[in-house]
């Protein structure tokens, strides 16, 4: 965004002072096309997140109006999503204890941790902060989520209830009410037949599925009073108005759980969100800003808190819908909130004849979705040791649930970004003949060395968790030189930072050095880290030694010292590694 000023925090305002006339045809029909999708969505993931049905579209509702105003993205559809549902199930089951208003006060209260963790975030500029999850641990925790969704409506379809709690604990409860059978065949009929024809419609974008599917289900069982004839749980008929705003209020021993479950929302919503985001900032041509788009998903899920809501995220299923439709900005968004607003007011029984099952179907539907197994399979192929993390990760949401689930998902992504700096690669280089330049000796074992003199780079920054390594790396590269060492050189080219144990580090290895008579050089280094290696001191432990421009600089002034030319004599040739010395 280029705006300055408050005004930047209001994308939709600055989007309404640019609108096109022309774009107001696309964006009501976008809306009203939307809304047919918005409706059933948002009362099943509702349900599967342990809400009333009608919380789903008061959190569709209040969602899409505050994004429109300060949401970025000029498409982005928010609301109740599936990948969150597993997450606030967790967290309003326990709380809850069967209380409808007591469920909706939990739900309501993660929205505000959510929505004011996005917001900091948003304002502090950490909109970067979900790219620190990887792809395969990002995959690994989905396809957890989306297994956990599943078990949550499995028994939905099945015309059942279960009330064990975790996903392995379900599974197996849900094996024991099929094997005693518990199972409603009508329900199973029903929620099965919609299931099929939304995977199957899936095929045509432009076909309304969901709508299809949700239609034919309700005609079916108003036709045929299904609900009384066969015992088949319906949606009934929903609240008139709209809600009211109201204040979650929920006692201070719930408050743990709920600021964890709201903290995990806030990075599952904003990372999905994050992604969607750019995909159609790229398609569209339209940058967002990550941080504005943090902003505009918290205030979204803030408003939705005060309304009787739930956490929402942005939707990768009914997005495409409203581009598909013709979406041209957030008003498509508003005409969506307006429409299920008009329903409620002067429809709310238009759905009282909603099977639950059909419902389950959408969230089951929804779930498959979220698995990921082709790219999976590549990384398997291409990297074996991701592929294994993501099974861990998909292994700890699976076995423990959703909540300890994204926390192991986090510990792990610190733990490998950890890793990577904590063990990097380094390497000693030789020429390589027909090579311009110096290379891995060990992936060019003829390489020549030059005697007396060991070029070593480091492949990472240089900070407190690898600084012992580097020192033993450097030591072993000198004791595995076939000839006495004189002078060391480092490639710091790939060195980017530099902290202060690793300066005081580097003092020690030199005074190590200088008492065998070796010196120690950099060269290829940057800028900003030599500032720091003047600034941390170390170059007052180093004396006037130079800082070379180039690693053949260093090579250069080498072969210039006395000592060097006399180490090589009359031999015909350097030694190469791996040769006797």
């Known amino acids: 965004m280029n705006s300055s000023g408050s005004s930047r925090w209001v994308p939709g305002l600055q989007t309404l002072k640019r609108y096109e006339l022309a774009w107001l045809r696309h964006d009501i ?47 982005l559809v928010l609301g109740p999503d599936s990948a969150l549902a597993a997450v606030i199930l967790a967290v309003v089951l326990p709380l809850a204890a069967g209380d409808p208003q007591r469920a909706i006060g939990v739900g309501g209260a993660m ?54 709690e ?23 009929a029903i929620g099965g037949a919609a299931l099929v024809l939304i995977l199957v419609l899936k095929r045509w974008p432009r076909v309304p599925g969901l709508l299809v599917a949700v239609s034919v289900a309700t005609i079916v069982v108003a036709v045929f009073d299904l609900a009384a004839r066969t015992g088949i749980s319906v949606l009934g008929p929903l609240p008139r108005g709209l809600p009211l705003p109201r204040l979650p209020l929920v006692s201070a021993d719930s408050l743990g759980p709920i600021v964890t479950g709201g903290i ?44 009787q809501g739930f956490p929402i995220s942005s939707s990768s299923s009914r997005t495409p819908v409203a581009e598909a439709a013709g979406a041209r900005t957030q008003l498509t968004g508003v005409v969506g909130a307006l429409a299920i607003a008009l329903l409620l007011l002067f429809a709310p029984t238009l759905l009282q004849d909603l099977p639950n099952t059909a419902l389950a179907a959408i969230v089951i539907a929804s779930a498959i979705g979220l698995f990921e197994v082709a790219d999976l399979r590549r990384i398997y ?83 407190f968790a690898n600084a012992e390594f580097f020192h033993d790396r450097v ?34 290895l030199d005074a190590t050095l200088r008492a065998a008579g070796i010196q120690i050089y950099f060269a290829e280094m940057k800028d900003p880290v030599q500032e720091k290696l003047h600034r941390l001191g170390v170059m007052a432990c180093f004396g006037e030694r130079p800082l ?21 004599g009359a031999s015909a040739a350097p030694p190469r590694y791996g040769a006797a010395s």
């Open 264 to 307: 995990a929302v806030a990075l599952v919503s904003f990372a999905d969100t994050s992604v969607l985001s750019r995909t159609y900032a790229a398609r569209l041509r339209t940058p967002v800003n990550p941080n504005q788009e943090m902003v505009g998903l918290g205030a979204a899920n803030l408003a939705t808190a005060v309304f």
């Open 29 to 75: 029909v976008a809306g009203l096309v939307m809304t047919t999708m918005l409706v059933p969505v948002g009362i099943a993931y509702a349900q599967a997140s342990g809400l009333p049905g009608i919380t789903g579209l008061y959190a569709t509702i209040v969602p899409l109006l505050a994004y429109g105003v300060f949401g970025p993205s000029r498409i």
């Open 381 to 463: 192929r291409i990297q074996r040791w991701e592929f294994w993390l993501s099974m861990t990760c998909f292994a700890g949401v699976a076995i423990f649930g959703a909540i300890p689930g994204i926390v192991m998902a986090i510990v792990i992504a610190v733990i490998e970004f950890l890793w990577d700096g904590w063990r990097p690669h380094s390497a000693v280089l030789g020429q390589v003949d027909h090579l311009k330049g110096y290379h891995d000796i060990g992936r060019h074992p003829g390489a020549r060395l030059i005697p007396g003199l060991v070029l070593f780079r480091w492949d990472a920054p240089l900070f």
């Open 548 to 568: 070379f421009a180039t690693v053949e600089e260093a090579v250069s002034a080498f072969v210039a010292t006395p000592h060097a030319t006399g180490q090589r």
């Open 111 to 164: 929205a505000i941790v959510s929505g004011v963790v996005c917001v900091a975030a948003g304002l502090a500029r950490l909109g970067f902060v979900t790219e620190l999850l990887s792809k395969p641990i990002r995959y690994g925790y989905m396809n957890g989520i989306a297994l956990t969704v599943m078990l949550s409506q499995i028994p939905k379809l099945l015309g059942f209830s279960v009330s064990a």
């Open 166 to 188: 975790g996903p392995l604990r379900q599974a197996w409860a849900i094996t024991e009410k099929v094997w005693a059978g518990s199972t409603n065949v009508t329900a199973l």
């Open 475 to 508: 030591l072993a590269a000198i004791a595995n030189s076939p000839t006495p060492v004189r002078w060391l050189v480092v490639a710091a080219e790939p060195v980017t930072s530099i902290d202060v144990t690793s300066a005081d580090a580097l003092c020690e």
